[in-house]
C-alpha cells in the first residue's frame, strides 16, 4: 500500500523525486525495525500480536521508500553495468546467507543486522547527496504522459514494468511458497541465486550484443525450453536432482535479468525511479504474500509442487508466445519499412551522414532530446519496434515521439522523412 502511494503519488506530481526527509524516514524505519525484529527473534523476546502487526506495517512502509530509492540510484546505470552490481551484490548474499545456514560462517544475527542496515543507508545517503535538478533531469524528456493517450500509457506500463516484474514475482512466489525447503532439497534458495548471479555477470561483461532484446527474445525463451525439458525428469532420480537445482538457477537469473531490465527502462525516463521502484515493490510484495500463504494452504509436497510447476509453467508459455505475436505485428505492418531501408543504402559510394544530418535537422526544427535520439534511427529505416528495444523505452512512446517530429517537421510518414533527410543532405552538400 505504501508503495503504491508513492507511485501514485509521483505520477500525479510528475515528479521523479521522493522528498528526503520521506527517504530518511524510510530508511530508519526498515533498517532499525529489521534490526529489533531480528533481536526479538534471536533473543525469543515474546511480543503480543498486535506489536508484531506494527513492526511488520511499519517494516513494509519503509522497504517501499528504500526499494524506490535503489530504483533511483540504480537507474543512473546502464543494463550491463546494472546486471554486474546486481548480480555481485546478490551473489555475495546469497553466498553468506548459505554459510549462516549451514553454520559455516558465526554470528548470523550480526550479519543480517549489518546486512538491514547497509541496504537501508545506501539509498538514504544518495538522496542526501543529491541534487533538486539531478533528481528531476532522470525523468529526461518524458513526453509520453503529456501527448499519449491514457490508455498508451497503462499499455506503456504493462510492457516496460509489469512484463520484467513477472520473472521476479514467479521466483519469489516459488521460495516463498516451498519455504526454502521443498522435497527433502535444502538451501535451494542460496544455491540458485548464487549460481543466477555468476551467470547474469558472465553475460553483462562477456556477451557483446547484450540487450534488452535478448533478454526478451532470446534468453528467456531458451530459459523456458530449458524450464521445461528439466521439469519433466522423473522424481527421485539424479537427473532430478540436477534439474532442480538448474530449473531453479533458471528462474533466479530471469529475476536478475528483470531487476536489471527495470533499472534500463527507469534510465530510459519513460517512467520516473519511483513509479518503477513502487511497481516492482507492490507486485514482489504480493508475490511473497500469496507464496507464503499457499504454503500454509496446501502442505503436501506432492501438491505443492504440481500447484508450482504449473504456475511457473504458465510464465514460460507466456515468454514463448510473447514473441511470436511481436513478431507477427511486425511483419503485419505495411508502412514500408524495407523500401526505406533500400532508399536509405542505394548509394553506398556515397553514404549518407544521418547523425550528421539529422543534428542539423533536429535544431533547425526545434526537436526535443528524445526526439534528435530516435530520428537518426527513423531516417535509416528502422522500426518503432527495434528503436523500443535498443532505447529501453516501449513500442507506444516511440511512436507518440514520432508523431510529435512529424507534426514539427511538417510530414505525415517515415517516407517523407526519409525524403526530407535527403533533401536535407543535398542543401548541406550544395
Known amino acids: 500500500m505504501a508503495s503504491l502511494a508513492l507511485g501514485l503519488g509521483s505520477m500525479a506530481r510528475g515528479t521523479a523525486r521522493v522528498p528526503k526527509p520521506l527517504a530518511v524516514a524510510g530508511a530508519l524505519v526498515y533498517g532499525m525495525g529489521l534490526c529489533l525484529y531480528a533481536v526479538i527473534q534471536g533473543a525469543d523476546v515474546p511480543v503480543s500480536a498486535f506489536g508484531a502487526a506494527v513492526m511488520g506495517a511499519a517494516i513494509g512502509a519503509g522497504l517501499a521508500v528504500v526499494v524506490v530509492g535503489w530504483c533511483r540510484l540504480l537507474a543512473r546505470f546502464g543494463l550491463r553495468r546494472s546486471l554486474v552490481g ?81 520473472g521476479l514475482c514467479l521466483f519469489l512466489f516459488v521460495m516463498s511458497a516451498r519455504g526454502f525447503v521443498f522435497m527433502g532439497y535444502e538451501h535451494i ?158 548509394d553506398s559510394a556515397q553514404p549518407l551522414d544521418y547523425d550528421g544530418v539529422c543534428a542539423a535537422l533536429a535544431d533547425k526544427r526545434n526537436l526535443s532530446a528524445r526526439e534528435r535520439e530516435i530520428l537518426p534511427y527513423i531516417a535509416r529505416g528502422h522500426r518503432p519496434a527495434y528503436v523500443a528495444d535498443l532505447l529501453c523505452i516501449s513500442e507506444h512512446t516511440v511512436r507518440t515521439h514520432l508523431r510529435n517530429m512529424y507534426r514539427k517537421l511538417g510530414i505525415n510518414s517515415r517516407e517523407e522523412l526519409i525524403q526530407l533527410v535527403e533533401e536535407t543532405a543535398g542543401a548541406h552538400e550544395a
Open 86 to 166: 546486481l548480480g555481485i551484490a546478490c551473489g555475495a548474499a546469497a553466498l553468506a546467507g548459505l554459510g549462516f545456514e549451514m553454520d559455516v560462517l558465526p554470528q548470523p544475527l550480526s550479519a543480517f543486522m549489518a546486512f538491514a542496515l547497509a541496504g537501508a543507508v545506501a539509498p538514504a545517503i544518495d538522496s542526501l547527496r543529491s541534487s533538486v535538478e539531478s533528481e528531476e533531469s532522470v525523468v529526461g524528456d518524458n513526453a509520453v504522459e503529456q501527448d499519449a493517450p491514457v490508455e498508451h500509457l497503462w499499455d506503456s506500463m504493462r510492457t516496460m514494468v509489469f512484463n520484467p516484474c513477472l
Open 189 to 346: 534458495g542460496a544455491s540458485s541465486v548464487i549460481v543466477a548471479a555468476v551467470l547474469a555477470v558472465v553475460l553483462a561483461r562477456f556477451w557483446p550484443g547484450f540487450s534488452l532484446a535478448t533478454i526478451y527474445r532470446v534468453l528467456l525463451p531458451v530459459a523456458a525450453a530449458i524450464f521445461i525439458v528439466l521439469s519433466s525428469f522423473p522424481v527421485g532420480t539424479m537427473s532430478f536432482s540436477l534439474g532442480f537445482l538448474v530449473s531453479h538457477s533458471v528462474m533466479a537469473t530471469v529475476a536478475l535479468l528483470a531487476l536489471a531490465s527495470l533499472a534500463a527502462v527507469a534510465r530510459a525516463g519513460e517512467f520516473s525511479p519511483v513509479v518503477v521502484g513502487a511497481a516492482l515493490c507492490a507486485m514482489t510484495s504480493v508475490a511473497v504474500l500469496v507464496g507464503s500463504n499457499l504454503a500454509q494452504l496446501v502442505p503436501q509436497d506432492d501438491t505443492m509442487g504440481a500447484v508450482l510447476l504449473v504456475c511457473a509453467m504458465a510464465y514460460f508459455v507466456y515468454i514463448l508466445i510473447s514473441p511470436l505475436a511481436d513478431y507477427y505485428r511486425m511483419f503485419r505492418e505495411t508502412d514500408g519499412a524495407e523500401d526505406l531501408r533500400e532508399r536509405a543504402s542505394r
